[in-house]
């Protein structure tokens, strides 16, 4: 048996898997009832009725600090192979870690040095 061969059930079982979604959401929004009213397209939550304009300005710090939370907390992601397979990967390994680990610190370094951790400013 060839390597491509061995590829053809799962890509047929990914085409049967994308075909059934693009289907179930096409005859859904065709054989569904639409009704748009005020009503239902009021924002709801928790039951509480909405108050006030929900585009008010928020503070650049609150985004930047949840894209810095998702890259360092991705970063420890990368290091679960290593961990796993250290003794393994031996010294080219550990080279690659190391430098995977000096770059993530010279990032973390230059957004400390821009005030990205300080709220006060």
Same mark, same amino acid.
């Given at each position: 048996m060839s390597t491509s061969a061995g590829?053809?059930?799962?890509?047929?079982q990914i085409l049967v898997a994308v075909g059934f979604v693009v289907l179930a959401l096409f005859l859904s929004s065709k054989l569904g009832p639409s009704r748009k009213t005020v009503q239902k397209d009021e924002?709801?939550?928790c039951g509480i009725e909405s108050q006030g304009n929900?585009?008010?300005p928020i503070s650049v710090k609150y985004f930047l600090t949840a894209i810095l939370f998702v890259l360092f907390d991705v970063e420890v992601i990368f290091f679960?192979?290593?961990? &796993?397979? +250290?003794?393994?990967?031996?010294?080219? *390994?550990f080279i690659? #870690? &190391?430098? +995977?680990?000096?770059?993530?610190?010279? *990032?973390?370094?230059? #957004?400390?040095?821009?005030g990205a951790f300080e709220w006060d400013k």
């Amino acid at each position: 048996m060839s390597t491509s061969a061995g590829y053809i059930p799962i890509l047929l079982q990914i085409l049967v898997a994308v075909g059934f979604v693009v289907l179930a959401l096409f005859l859904s929004s065709k054989l569904g009832p639409s009704r748009k009213t005020v009503q239902k397209d009021e924002n709801f939550e928790c039951g509480i009725e909405s108050q006030g304009n929900a585009r008010y300005p928020i503070s650049v710090k609150y985004f930047l600090t949840a894209i810095l939370f998702v890259l360092f907390d991705v970063e420890v992601i990368f290091f679960y192979p290593y961990a &796993v397979n +250290f003794k393994d990967m031996g010294m080219e *390994g550990f080279i690659a #870690v &190391v430098t +995977f680990v000096a770059i993530f610190l010279a *990032g973390f370094i230059y #957004v400390w040095r821009k005030g990205a951790f300080e709220w006060d400013k």
